[in-house]
């Protein structure tokens, strides 16, 4: 059974950085798109950044374009969101997850676990 886990988030400054991993051992993310979505308390899932797993490209909400830089190591079947100056807006439950090719329309990502919250304190 794959056990995907979302690790990194917790209580951060405004200004400040953390940085998130996505690890999906057993799940092959040779053909995917790698997402991050997030959600903040009684809003809807949103698009945050999106990268093609075998070759990069990444893709960034507008919001967060030029603060966070998504990565992943092949070796370790591990995605990753690095989030500089973090904004009270930025907090909420972030999610990975994965499709066949990218967009902002995140309706029908596969996402494989329950999140890891993000609090930005002003």
């Known amino acids: 059974q794959v056990r995907p886990v979302e690790s990194g988030g917790r209580l951060v400054q405004t200004g400040g950085s953390l940085k998130l991993s996505c690890e999906v051992p057993?799940?092959?993310?040779?053909?995917?798109?790698l997402y991050w979505v997030r959600q903040a308390p009684g809003q809807e899932r949103e698009f945050v950044a999106g990268?093609?797993?075998?070759?990069?490209?990444?893709s960034y909400a507008d919001s967060v374009n030029g603060r966070f830089t998504i990565s992943r190591d092949k070796a370790k079947n591990t995605g990753y969101l690095q989030m500089d100056n973090l904004k009270p807006e930025d907090a909420g439950v972030y999610y990975c997850?994965?499709?066949?090719?990218?967009?902002?329309?995140?309706?029908?990502?596969?996402?494989w676990g329950k999140g890891t919250l993000v609090t930005v304190q002003s």
């Open positions: 057993g799940r092959s993310f040779e053909y995917y798109w």
């Open positions: 990268m093609r797993w075998s070759n990069g490209g990444p």
């Open positions: 997850g994965g499709r066949n090719f990218l967009s902002a329309d995140i309706g029908d990502v596969t996402y």
